[in-house]
């Protein structure tokens, strides 16, 4: 019992920089920032949203550069971080505005006069 405690008390340490590389990931979705993108997100992710779709890395990142997902603002509130052994699972409230379109929106072709 005493390595449990000692283990979340490690762990708990920890908890502000968990939170800390969530926050980034969720500014360099609004902010179009792919690099961070690749840097911070795991290969083998799968990403299920609140719509129920799913995304790998590959997609999400992809949907995003191509301008079928867009996310205008990610703001995470109340997070709180569980220590589950050999994970770190974050819950808490995010308010996401996204906008995305099965295929691309089409470029825009007009002519502006003034």
């Known amino acids: 019992m005493a390595a449990c405690a000692d283990r979340r008390e490690h762990v708990g ?5 968990v939170i800390d590389l969530d ?3 969720m ?3 609004a902010q179009k920032d792919i690099a961070t993108l690749n840097a911070l997100i795991a290969d083998d ?3 299920c ?4 779709r ?3 890395k590959a997609s999400l990142i992809g949907n995003m550069q191509s301008g079928s997902t867009v996310y205008t603002s990610v703001t995470p509130s109340d997070v709180v971080a ?3 052994g050999d994970s770190v699972v974050l819950t808490g409230i995010a308010a996401i505005s996204v906008m995305f379109w099965l295929e691309p929106p089409p470029p825009c072709n007009c002519t502006i006069s003034g």
């Open 13 to 17: 340490a920890q908890y502000d920089a």
């Open 23 to 25: 926050r980034k990931r």
């Open 27 to 29: 500014t360099a979705m």
């Open 45 to 47: 992710l799968i990403y």
């Open 49 to 52: 949203h609140s719509t129920a």
């Open 54 to 56: 799913l995304d790998t």
């Open 82 to 84: 569980q220590d589950l």
